[in-house]
Each structure stands twice: as structure tokens, then as C-alpha cells.
């Protein structure tokens, strides 16, 4: 019984890294209608430009976000500029064949660079230490950092989509770009924006990754599967619901592994797939509609 | 008054019809004027003309983006191992099998796949396909995540034979697939197939089920890939399940439609050749490859959407497979 | 010099020509109606103004400067807000939400909040109110009070009274003198003569893509310009 429990705590907390990289991918499809298939390798880049600092001027992880959080930041609203808003409009195929390719560019260049072998980032004893919670379970330390990490995220997030002047302005792109416009919002600047808030994030995501787990150049489609089941599982366009979304996976995960190591995964799949059975709108859908 | 008569061949296309006959007679002979890396190479190439004309079907003419038609390469390929290997049938057995099973899988995960639009349709069929991977990786009697072998299914049959079988088969696919989509576009269908991918609300408004049209081009196209996942295991003589459900065999199928050109009959022929030519040149630079092509597919996306056999086919009217109408002040005689 | 001077102006949607060599003058403190049946290219006329087409730059000036080939991000910046068709606000968006982001171009003047509260005062009570959740009238009111926030010194109206009962469109139209007090220049594009003419001074009619009929209107005869409208 305190197995499962702990399972399920455990579950909750990889929840939370799910919702990192689930944020930006809800973002970008919110504000501009984009999804993004090399999403997870930009993550995977992140963790290998925190690997880079880190080796570089030896300090923690935790500290190379300052530098690799601005640095994605600026890769995105780029990336956005000079190749992804041109592909924009009513067909469907232009974005998702650049970004496919660019995901295709992205692992193999990285294993031109880094070779294919796994790496991963340490922070010390923070790695394995844990917190007893009374009653024979207890938590690790640093998933409960990455599940306060998520929280923050998405609590600066909800705070910038409604309270800010640019939220509002994002918000009003995603319901109508052209009458977005005469407001004197230039669209293509906003979503270089949006898409560099959004890798802002998967920076995060990325380096919380690249230390709880290894990584290598091919890590990265998995991490763009994950963020999409946890986007539909919440519900289309629910910040909140992208948490709840990426918890769901993650417990579903963590049970998997506890059964059986080989189907961990696979469990997390079949969740998504009875969630889009029996709840085709998500768990937490929009109810406001836009 | 002028008069117009309305056609569909063109001068052109009939001689690329007799060219077209003459090279498929010269492929079919290959196995006694080629050599084995020729024979090797023509049969993959046939291979990713089938499987590319399939991804063409589904979304050059029928709008659906996906990434995932990896599941049915893999399914197929272990179609024909479950045939050879505990079936103990003939492992040629499996070509047929491999359709029908794709086919039904297709049905079936279509109930799911369909609630999913646009992108999110493409992501959707990427997990399918990762659960498919996971679920044949763990399965011990198929050789679990390591794969398995099927040569002891083709003892007694020579490698000369074994060969050129793969060869053959990979003329029927390859030719199939271009003379299916042919046909199913010249059909009444075709009209209806077109008229859901440019608006499925006008489409339905006419009568036309979009829900129906892209249900068949789904089936078709799985069908498809699942013969060339078959013929692959046959020509590999091998199938394990991270490569047979990689999700490159989409980035081929996607890249050489795109790069030769969407919506077209000859843009994925013309785009698995830059794939072959590019994969054959670049091969001792390891993933330089998947750069190039990806690079490539980029700006071909960018600068020219309708792929090289647009670029050339505005260029010089060509028109190999005629699917269109044309009207023509009619010639005075 | 006009606050707004557009001269042949043509507009195309792909191989459709919209507008053919249309010249039309707007002044400071006045309103101009621009009258015209269905698919005349009045709704084309105020959008191809507000940057969504990309004429020559010459052929259209503001307060002297060329701003044709100006995105709308841009045109807005200069003091040229539109009111669209069907008034477009964003439904995500409360009530003061929209008026705020109507003031995101972050032009300075006079007006804010307050005063268009002031102006339509119902706006007020429903201010936290999903935009889309308020009567037709009090949407109009949003969508003009919206482009207010943006200070412009030419605002133009696209069919604000199409849909509305009378009594609604008596108030709306009640509050455009205020808003000509302030110098602003008006465009009014109406299908309802009457109502058009109830506040203009000047009078373009628009046919087919063409000025068939333009002029003072004290000047013009009813029946010149129903000639015009109808092109009989």
C-alpha cells in the first residue's frame, strides 16, 4: 500500500517535468496555431548547452540557467524570424515539414558535435537525497525541486497571460491575428515572442532533464511525445490543465515501471490513448471559447 | 466561333507511358544484367517510391499530415516474420497478409487517431507508433528488443533467387503504388479526394464524407507501407523493432514527397531518387545525410512548395500522369 | 490639406480587382459617409486605409506622409484605428481587457478609460464581463471605445449600426458628435443612408469598386445619390 503511494507521489512530482515541456508546446499552438516537431530536440540542445557551461566554468546546473535560459530565448525569437513565421498560414504541412526537418538537422548535427553517447548533468548530493514525509514514505529532493520549478513556471505564466499587456496581447492574437493588428500588435514580432518564452521554458525543461536522467542526441522525440500527451490529456489551451495533464502521464509512467520496467512507457502511451477514447477534449478543456 | 476540346493525355504522356514500359521491362530483368548492389539499391528504391507514394496519398490528396506510417512498416515487417517464422508458411505468403493486417490495424486505430485534427493528428499517429515499438520490443518470441533473424525461413532458396524475388516484388509495389494512386485519381474519387483536401466543409456541403474519403486513403496508405515493411524484412533478411518502427522511414516518405513535390504522381519518384543519390554520395560522412536532406527539404518548403517536379513541370509542361483536365482551343484541320 | 488623402487607389483580392483608382479626401472635425450597396468596396476602401493591402506608398498620405505601403501594426501607430465589420472583439478578452489592448499602440492623448466609460457608461457595469457575453449594441460600444483607446486622429466605422435595433443605434450614434469635438477626422461606411447622413457633412458614394457620386451632403439631391447607389 505504501508502495503505490509512493509510486503515485512519485508519479505527481515527474508530473511536473512534463509540464515544462508541455508548456511551451501548448504556447506556440495557443498564440500561432504551431506545432512544433523539434520541440523536444530544442530541449535536448538546452541540456547540452548547460552541459557545455558546465564543464566550461564548473558550476552547478542549476546556475548554467542563467546563461542557457536567455541564450534559448534568443535561438527561438530567431528562429521564429528568419524561418518559421514564413511558414504560417491555413496549410498545415509547411510548418510541420520545417520543423520535422529542423529536428532531423538538430539530433544529427548534435551527434556530429557530441558523438552519441549519454550524457548527464550532477548536482551533488541534491541528486539522491530525499525528504522523509512520516508514515515509511518519502520524496526525493530533487523531484520536488523540479515539481516547484514547474509550479513557479506556470504561476509566472498564468500571471503574464492575464495580467500583463503582453498576455493580453497574445491572447488577442490567438482569437483573431488580423483585428490583432489594428490594435498596432505587429503579429510576426509577437510570436518571435512567444516562441522565445516558449524555449525559454523548454530550456528549463531541459536541464531539469538532463539531471535527472541521461541524455543523448535521440532524446529528444520522446520529450516532444510526452509534452503533446500531456497537452491533450490537460485539455487544449489550459495552463493548469497541462499540469494535471503531465501528473496524469507521470503516474501513469511510474505505475508502468513499478509493474514492469519495459512497459513503463508503454503505460503512459495507453493513458493518453483512453483519454483521447473516452474524454477526445481532455481532461480540463477550455471552457471560454476561442 | 472557337471550339475547345477538353483532354487528359498529352503527347508527352503517351511516350512516357512506352519509355515507363520499357524501363520496368529492363528493371524486371535486372537480376541477369545487374550487379547485387544494383539489385540492392533498385529494390529499396522501389521500395521508397511505394512508401512515399502512399504518404503522397495521404497527404498531398487527401490532407492528412502524419507522422506516423512507421507503425505500419514495422507491423508489416513483423507480419512476415510471424508468417516465416511460426506460421511456417512461405515468408512471400506475407505480402498479402501484410496489407490486410496493416489495413485492419488502421481500422481500427482510426477510431482514435481521427478524433485528433491537423498537426496534433500527426503527433497522435507518432505515439501509435512508439506503442507499437514498445509492445513488439517486449514480445520474447518475436527476439524481444534485440529482433530477430528469418534466414532459416529462405533456406533452400538461393541467394541469386532470394535476391531478385526481393527484386520483383519491390517492381510490383513500386509500380503498384504508382499505378494505384493513378487510377484512384482518375476516378471518380479522385474528384471527391481533391475537394476534401482544399475544403472539407464545401466537400461535405456536396455530399462527399470527408470522414469516409480520408478513412480509405488511410487504409490504402497503411496497406501500402505495410507491403514495403513486408518487403523490407524479406530484403534484410532481418527486423528489429527500433529501426522497422523508426521513425526515419517517415522523414524518407516525407522528405522525398516534398522535395519532388506534393499533390504530384512523379515528385515522389524524382524525390526517392535525390534520397538514393544524396543518402549514396554522403554515405562515408555518417549523418551528414539527414542534414543535407533536411536542409533541403527546408528551402525547397520555402522556396519552391510544389517540390522539384513543380519547378520543372511549370518550366516545361510536363505532365507524365495526367490527372487533370485540360481545355485546349480545339486545332483546325 | 486633407487630414487624409487617398488618391486611385486600386485593390485587389488575387485576380480580383476590389477598387479601381478611387480618390477620397477626409478633414479634421468632420464626418465623411461613404454609402454604397453590398460588395461596392467600401469595407475594402477602410481596410486597404488601415494597412491590409499593399498599394503604392504614395497613394495614401496622412498628415502629409506617404503611409501605403505601412503594415496595419504600423497605420495604427500613425492615428488611424478602424472600427471592423462585425465588430471583432476578442472573445477571450474582458470588456476592459479589449479597451486596454485598444490602447496598446501607445499613442498619447486624450483619451482613456475613464472617458470612454464616460461615453458609454453601461460599459462600465459589465467591464469584467467576457466581451463576447454583452448585447450587439453594448459590443459596438466596446469595439469603438476600443479603438478610441488608441488616440487616433482618424477613425473610421465600418457598418456600426448593421444588425442593431433603432433605439441602439439612436445611443451609438448619440456619442460620435463628442468624438468629432475633438478634431478627430470620421469615416462612416453605412448601407443605411439615413443614418449615414444624419452625421456627415460629405458624401462619397461607392459603386462597383468606383466614386460614382461624391459631394457635400446639403448638396446632393436624394435622388442622385439613390442613383448612385443603385447605378440607375
Known sequence: MIGWLDTILQGLMLGGLYALFATGLSLTFGVMRLVNIAHGDL??????????????????PFLSLIAVVPLMAIIGYALQTFLLNDTLGDDILPPLLVTFGLSIVLQNGLMEVFSADSRGLSVGEVQTASLPLGGGIAVGVFPAITLAAAIVVLALMSWLFNSTSLGRALRATSDDQSTAQLMGIDNRRLYAVAMAIAMAVVAVAGVFLAIRTTFDPTS????????????????????????????????AQTIGFALSPAWGIAVGHIAFLVVLLIRPNGLFPRTRDA | MQEFVVSRSTRLSRWAGLVALAVVSCLIAMPWWGTRAEIGTTTSFLGIVAMAQMWNLLAGFGGLVSIGQQAYIGLGSYV?????????????????????????????????LFRLRGAYFAIGAWVVAELLRIVFANTASLGGGSGVSITSALTGIGRWQREAYALWIAIALGVGAVGLVYALLRSANGLAFGAVRDSEAAAESLGVSARRVKLTLYLIASAGCGMVGALMAISNLRVAPDSAFSVDWTAIMFFAVVIGGIGTIEGPILGAIVYLVLRQSLAQYGGWYLIVLGVSAVIVMRKAPRGLWGVLADRFDLRLFPIDHRVRPRERS | MSLL??????????????????????????????????????????????????????????????????????????????????RRLFPSLSVEENLKIGGYCGRRGGWTLERVYGLFPVLQERRDAPATALSGGQQQMVAIGRALMGNPRLLMCDEISLGLAPIVIRDIYAALPAILSEGVALVIVEQDIGQALSVAEDVYCFQGGRVTLQGKASDLSRDAISAAYFGV
Do not use: C
Not at chain 3, 501605403?68 to 472600427?83: E, T, W, Y
Open chain 3, 5 to 86: 488623402e487617398v488618391n486611385s487607389l486600386s485593390a485587389f483580392y488575387g485576380d480580383f480587382q476590389a477598387l479601381f483608382d478611387v480618390d477620397f479626401r477626409a478633414e479634421a472635425g468632420r464626418a465623411t459617409a461613404i454609402i454604397g450597396a453590398n460588395g461596392a468596396g467600401k469595407s475594402t476602401f477602410l481596410r486597404a486605409v488601415a494597412g491590409f493591402q499593399s498599394p503604392p506608398d504614395e497613394a495614401i498620405r496622412f498628415d502629409g506622409e506617404a503611409i501605403g505601403a505601412l503594415k496595419p501594426s504600423r497605420v495604427v501607430g500613425r492615428g488611424v484605428a478602424l472600427v471592423p465589420e462585425g
Open chain 2, 80 to 112: 512476415a516474420v510471424m508468417v516465416a517464422l511460426q506460421g511456417g508458411l512461405s515468408i512471400y505468403l506475407s505480402l498479402p497478409l501484410a496489407g490486410i493486417v496493416s489495413a485492419g490495424a488502421a481500422w481500427a486505430i482510426s477510431f482514435l
Open chain 1, 43 to 60: 530541449s535536448i540542445l538546452a541540456a547540452y548547452l548547460a552541459l557545455v557551461i558546465v564543464q566550461h566554468f564548473g558550476v552547478s
Open chain 1, 220 to 251: 529528444g522525440p520522446a520529450r516532444l511525445l510526452y509534452a503533446f500527451e500531456a497537452v491533450i490529456i490537460g485539455g487544449l489551451g489550459s495552463l493548469w490543465g497541462t499540469l494535471a495533464g503531465g501528473m496524469v502521464l507521470g503516474v
